[in-house]
């Protein structure tokens, strides 16, 4: 008895609560992300640690640039004094590969971890391995055994949504092919709309697993290497998980249970990271020293337009002095022409002629005096 073994008794003790394969999976999928919350929320605050490090990490590489052996000393003690552990990000994923490798094996080859062989022989076509005791013998008696030997039920059993059956992966369903415990075909009729729901289930495993990734990348500023760094993994991750669900690199591809498995794991996820970032409160921002040049070049330039405003202005001011002047030179000029108007000189004119009329009657009266 192996480790293969005991995941399929888990599964077989959910399907007994349950008669149901998928929500069997469901289950011992959250018992699993249960068991693995303390690392999951340590590793959670260890990546928003790792954000206010940042900028310091980076301090003491371009310091100790020259140092490899300095370099790693300063950076660890770094680590050591704010709590972060670099590779603890890794350890609730590498205790998750055993339980996924051992999925994928229960799901396409479930009656063999129960305690049966293939036999072309018997009726059913396995038969039960003699002398099996303990946990062995518990699943060769099982209800999911039952229904897994049963003909009439072992299609249903591994039927989870319309069109989808959690034993048959994507290229199955494409090929119209069986599998080793079911028979028949995982998608009679045409391979596109028999392979569309093992396309969907996979697109949406893809989803999730970039969604939650992008959830741990908010609040990093947009300079900042290592949130460059992981945008890409964020982008590659994804894409690469679909095309080995697919199977389009190598091996048949992910069966639709384990598919199952990690779309429950990812939703789990998002909504614990968002229940523990809401906790820690927002991510800061890191400023990189990018971003310190970028922000001064934009206050020199902001200097240099309030400069060439303030240019532009008394350019304006002048501009309008210069104006203001050549009016009022105007106006001081405007008079002179009037004083030598045809007006004026007549008004002197019929001054000087009503003087030159007065003076013969002065003269006139004052003769007449002298003669009195």
């Not at 249960?34 to 310091?63: C, D, G, H, N, W």
């Not at 290229?171 to 995982?186: H, I, K, Y």
């Not at 890409?232 to 894409?239: D, H, L, N, Y």
Request: glycine share 8%; proline share 6%; hydrophobic share 40%.
């Amino acid at each position: 008895m192996g480790f293969f073994e005991v995941f399929a008794g888990a599964l077989a003790a959910f399907y007994a609560i349950i008669p149901s394969f998928g929500i069997a999976i469901i289950l011992l999928t959250i018992v699993v992300r249960i068991l693995l919350l303390p690392l999951s929320i340590k590793q959670t605050k260890s990546m928003r640690e790792m954000q206010v490090v940042a900028p310091e990490v980076k301090k003491i590489q371009q310091k100790y640039k020259n140092d490899r052996q300095k370099l790693n000393e300063e950076t660890m003690k770094l680590y050591k004094e704010h709590g972060v552990n670099p590779f603890g990000g890794c350890l609730p994923l590498l205790m998750q590969m055993p339980l996924f490798i051992a999925l994928y094996q229960v799901v396409r080859l479930n009656l063999r971890y129960m305690g049966f062989r293939v036999s072309e022989s018997a009726a059913t076509g396995f038969v039960a391995i003699a002398g099996a005791s303990g946990l062995l013998a518990a699943l060769q008696s099982s209800k999911l055994a039952e229904d897994l030997l049963d003909p009439a039920t072992r299609e249903t059993v591994n039927q989870f949504l319309p069109g989808l059956r959690l034993d048959c992966n994507f290229l199955q369903a494409w090929r119209d092919v069986g599998t080793e415990t079911v028979s028949a075909t995982c998608g009679p009729g045409n391979p596109l709309v028999a392979s569309l729901p093992y396309l969907l289930l996979i697109g949406i495993m893809g989803f999730t697993t970039y969604y939650q990734q992008r959830q741990l990348m908010s609040g990093r500023g947009p300079q900042d290497q290592q949130a460059q760094q992981m945008q890409m993994v964020m982008r590659f991750m994804p894409i690469l998980l679909m095309a080995f669900a697919i199977g389009i690199p190598i091996g048949p591809g992910f069966p639709a249970g384990v598919v199952l498995y990690w779309v429950t794991t990812n939703a789990w996820t998002i909504v614990q990271q968002k229940i523990i970032l809401a906790r820690l409160g927002p991510a800061p921002v890191v400023a990189t020293s990018a971003s310190k040049s970028g922000a001064k070049g934009k206050k020199t330039e902001d200097k240099s337009k309030k400069t060439e405003d303030k240019s532009k202005k008394t350019e304006d001011k002048t501009g309008s002095d210069g104006k203001a002047g050549a009016k009022s030179d105007d106006k001081q000029a405007g008079p002179s022409p009037k004083t030598s108007s045809k007006p004026r000189g007549k008004k002197t004119q019929s001054r000087q002629s009503g003087n030159g009329s007065r003076s013969p009657a002065r003269s006139g009266s004052n003769k007449k005096k002298r003669r009195r």
